[in-house]
């Protein structure tokens, strides 16, 4: 069974800095995809981001970035430039690569809900 | 594309009844999956229909129930309501063809169930 680990249940950064929220996981499959998501007040789950096993490089989206340790299972994100509007829940989520019309089940974590202050 | 749209937004019941939530994937999605959500037990997985077949199913008890047709939309149907299925339900759709970012889940609004 996968688990998905998020240790900061709540974090808080000013406006314009930088934040980095953790996310640990454990599985034994070898190909899977890795996701932050982002839940706003308002309670639409938005994706973030998402990176790839397979992929040494770190995925990028404009302001957030993620850091991809494989071999540690961790899935870190880095938020730059933090804006009021990232004010959120944000969930690191798992799946394994099923292939074709293959088994999908995600697992979440608990989340880590991000306060930035003006 | 149109996103993945959930109805009812908002439901009111009494203990005992039965809802049906419905599930719209975006257009070309196959999987639907639903979860759970609560303050105290986060985002639980409820199940996951692809193709009109129910793959995997989470920790629940009978009373939860899910079905997909065939232009994939899905509903959920909770029978004998409880006080504890208050929660945010939410859908989510992927196309699991097999492309790079096929296993992407797509969320909908989700649809918010009081039980009185």
């Known amino acids: 069974a996968q688990t998905v680990t998020q240790s900061q249940p709540e974090m808080s950064v000013q406006e314009a800095e930088t934040v980095t929220l953790s996310c640990t996981y454990d599985?034994?499959?070898?190909?899977?995809?890795l996701f932050w998501y982002k839940q706003p007040p308002s309670r639409q789950m938005i994706l973030v981001i998402r990176?790839?096993?397979?992929?040494?490089q770190n995925a990028t989206e404009n302001r957030f970035s993620v850091n991809f340790q494989k071999a540690a299972k961790s899935f870190s994100l880095k938020i730059s430039d933090s804006q009021l509007g990232d004010t959120a829940m944000y969930f690191c989520?798992?799946?394994?690569?099923?292939?074709?019309?293959?088994?999908?089940?995600?697992?979440f974590g608990t989340g880590t809900k991000l306060q930035v202050i003006p | 594309k149109a996103g993945v749209t959930q109805t009812p937004r908002y439901l009111i019941k009494t203990r005992g009844q039965q809802v049906t939530l419905s599930c719209s994937p975006i257009?070309?999605?196959?999987?639907v999956s639903w979860y759970q959500q609560t303050p105290g037990q986060g985002l639980q997985f409820l199940f996951e229909?692809?193709?009109?077949?129910?793959?995997n199913k989470g920790n629940f008890p009978g009373r939860f129930s899910g079905r997909q047709f065939s232009n994939s939309r899905s509903e959920m149907n909770v029978s004998t309501l409880e006080l504890g299925d208050s929660a945010l339900y939410l859908c989510?759709?992927?196309?699991?063809?097999?492309?790079?970012?096929?296993?992407?889940?797509?969320f909908g609004p989700g649809t918010r169930l009081t039980v009185l």
């Open positions: 989510a759709s992927s196309s699991n063809s097999g492309s790079r970012g096929a296993y992407t889940q797509y």
């Open positions: 599985t034994s499959e070898n190909n899977y995809y």
């Open positions: 990176q790839e096993a397979y992929k040494q």
């Open positions: 989520a798992f799946t394994p690569m099923g292939g074709p019309g293959g088994y999908q089940k995600v697992t």
């Open positions: 257009s070309g999605h196959r999987s």
């Open positions: 229909y692809f193709s009109e077949t129910q793959r």
